[in-house]
């Protein structure tokens, strides 16, 4: 077994922590708080699941110490700074992984089956009653979504956002290009739902974190291909964002 730390011990660090007892051999367990450059070298990978502004700090401390890195998504809080550390990890020659959990989910098969038919609107529908700040669901919610259809939205741009509601839930149009895109996240909803497009990602009977982070830990994963996703999906947040700003 692959000897691991783990960094960040709060909701998704304790969810992790269950999946890694089983699959890995954890040397360390800290918070961000927790001094753990010196634990560094106990192991081969780092799990880094702190908070989201702390990730690039963190990160890039076991990139130096040349360690392999699983981090939460998003990788960072932007793309130039993300990009900064997957470029470091190559130049390192470490590995980097950034959470993409629902790639991993058996439904996504049913969502490239209907966007292979080219589909000139695509809907993204999430909604939680969890009460978080609905400004919260750019990489809690729209990360993931964004991830999924990277493939199919790679190679254009933002070329325009509409505002629906942005008062107490994130309900954008965004086109990219040719094709039209549109987010509906409500966190104080009474339902509990995920879809893209019809198709229901809300629950699954497998367990795609455990099997995310075997093939990690394996090295059976494409490194880069990840890396591509993560950093779509932090730029096409960034110029969202930045649409937003301007309106």
Not at 209 to 233: C, D, H, P
Request: net charge negative; glycine share 4%; proline share 1%.
């Amino acid at each position: 077994m692959k000897r691991v730390g783990l960094i960040g011990h709060g909701y998704w660090g304790k969810i992790l922590h269950q999946k890694l007892k089983y699959l890995s051999d954890i040397k360390f367990i800290c918070t961000s708080e927790d001094e753990y450059e010196s634990k560094l070298k106990d192991v081969e990978w780092v799990f880094v699941a702190t908070t989201n502004e702390s990730h690039y700090e963190i990160v890039k401390d076991c990139i130096l110490a040349e360690k392999n890195v699983f981090c939460e998504k998003p990788l960072t809080m932007t793309y130039e700074k993300s990009l900064e550390l997957v470029e470091l990890a190559n130049s390192k020659d470490v590995k980097l992984f950034i959470d993409e959990v629902f790639w991993y989910r058996s439904e996504l098969i049913d969502v490239h089956k209907l966007l292979s038919h080219s589909p000139k609107h695509i809907k993204c529908v999430w909604s939680k009653n969890d009460g978080a700040p609905h400004t919260e669901s750019f990489y809690d919610l729209m990360y993931h979504d964004l991830y999924l259809l990277q493939i199919y939205l790679q190679n254009k741009s933002v070329s325009s956002v509409k505002e629906i509601d942005l008062s107490n839930k994130i309900h954008l149009l965004v086109n990219f290009d040719d094709i039209e895109v549109e987010f509906l996240y409500d966190r104080y909803s009474e339902e509990n739902t995920h879809y893209i497009s019809g198709v229901n990602l809300t629950r699954t009977t497998e367990d795609a974190l455990a099997k995310m982070i075997k093939q990690v830990l394996q090295g059976s994963v494409i490194f880069e291909y990840n890396q591509t996703r993560g950093l779509f999906a932090n730029k096409m947040i960034d110029d969202i964002k930045k649409s937003i700003k301007n309106d």
